[in-house]
């Protein structure tokens, strides 16, 4: 069965620090991978996907993530983060098999003192 | 344009109870897709319509069902509610057939609570 792992449950950096959340799934076989965003207050959207080609994809907000097949891994980047980056993050995946189907991870909570 | 949207916003029903919760997709999206999200954790697939028909199912219990109508819209029903449903609940539209990928947009879900 597909599980997506997020190491981090909450994340707490100053402004202008660095980031970056780690994100494992277990699948054998073809994925697409996402990070969601929920801001506080909001829906769910999009961060970014990856579903083939260049593994760097690079999102919304200067988000970036790098998709690492070897290690089944799916980080999040930031260079620099923003007060207004506060919020919960979760990575997905989407079993090539299994249509629109996603399974989320459980989700990291980031904190952004200003 | 509208994104999708979601009825009631809040709920609050008792152990035994049934509950009927309403979608309605992006404008040009015909599947829904239904995910429960528990307190501190992210959602989890219940099931997905296209077509008016049930294309696919996460492992959630036959008091779990659903319908989706002529217009797309859809609704999720849960019978003989427990405590451990209480939740949010997610819908999320996407276009296109749904035996592919397509990105899908996610409402501001129902808060469901049940005493």
């Known amino acids: 069965a597909q599980s997506v792992s997020q190491h981090n449950h909450h994340v707490i950096l100053s402004e202008a620090a660095s980031l970056e959340l780690g994100c494992n799934y277990s699948?054998?076989?073809?994925?697409?991978l996402f990070w969601y965003v929920q801001y506080p207050g909001q829906h769910l959207q999009l961060l970014l996907k990856y579903f083939s080609g260049d593994p760097l994809v690079k999102g919304i907000k200067g988000f970036e993530a790098e998709f690492i097949k070897s290690k089944f891994s799916f980080n999040l980047r930031k260079p620099s983060v923003q007060w207004s980056d506060t919020a919960e993050y979760f990575c997905a995946v989407n079993a090539y098999s299994s249509a629109s189907k996603i399974i989320f991870g459980s989700g990291t909570r980031l904190s952004i003192r200003p | 344009d509208a994104g999708v949207t979601q009825s009631p916003t809040h709920l609050i029903k008792t152990r035994g109870q049934q509950v009927t919760l309403r979608c309605s997709p992006k404008s040009g999206h015909d599947t829904v897709s239904w995910y429960q999200q528990a307190l501190g954790q992210g959602p989890q697939f219940i099931f997905q319509?296209?077509?008016?028909?049930?294309?696919q199912r996460g492992n959630f219990p036959d008091r779990f069902s659903g319908h989706q109508f002529p217009n797309y819209s859809s609704e999720l029903n849960v019978n003989a509610l427990l405590l451990g449903d209480s939740a949010l609940y997610l819908c999320?539209?996407?276009?296109?057939?749904?035996?592919?990928?397509?990105?899908?947009?996610f409402g501001p879900g129902t808060r469901l609570t049940v005493l």
């Open positions: 319509y296209y077509e008016e028909e049930e294309r």
């Open positions: 699948y054998g076989g073809t994925v697409n």
């Open positions: 999320a539209s996407s276009g296109g057939l749904a035996d592919s990928y397509n990105e899908q947009f």
